[in-house]
């Protein structure tokens, strides 16, 4: 079983940073071998995709909405991804999760809140 933990969620100002690591265990979990995702979700509305990465990092794409703001990056040997987040905006507040790209697991999400 994979389990996926989010971390470093919180109340920040507009214009603030914010960085998510995402943990990931399980037995047989090679997780230098997948591809791995951030995703975000606000109330009444569907989980959008914020972040993709390849399994060795070497390639990453954005939301428009983030891109030039937020930077994904994964560490294989801490099997630990993050999501470094610069000036962060009130539109921004969501619950963020991390999944495993193209696998059903899911993280329980971390909530990251913009408000002055």
Do not use: H
Request: one cysteine or more; glycine letters at 12%.
């Amino acid at each position: 079983q994979v389990q996926l933990v989010e971390s470093g969620g919180g109340l920040v100002q507009p214009g603030g940073s914010l960085r998510l690591s995402c943990a990931a265990s399980g037995s047989g979990f090679g997780f230098s071998t997948y591809g791995m995702s951030w995703y975000r979700q606000t109330p009444g509305n569907e989980r959008e995709l914020v972040a993709s990465s390849t399994s060795a990092g070497s390639t990453v794409s954005y939301a428009d909405s983030v891109k030039g703001r937020f930077t994904i990056s994964r560490d294989n040997v801490k099997n630990t991804m993050y999501l470094q987040m610069n000036s962060l905006k009130p539109e921004d507040t969501a619950v963020y999760y991390c999944k495993v790209s193209f696998q059903n697991y899911w993280g329980r999400g971390t909530q990251v809140t913009v408000s002055s």
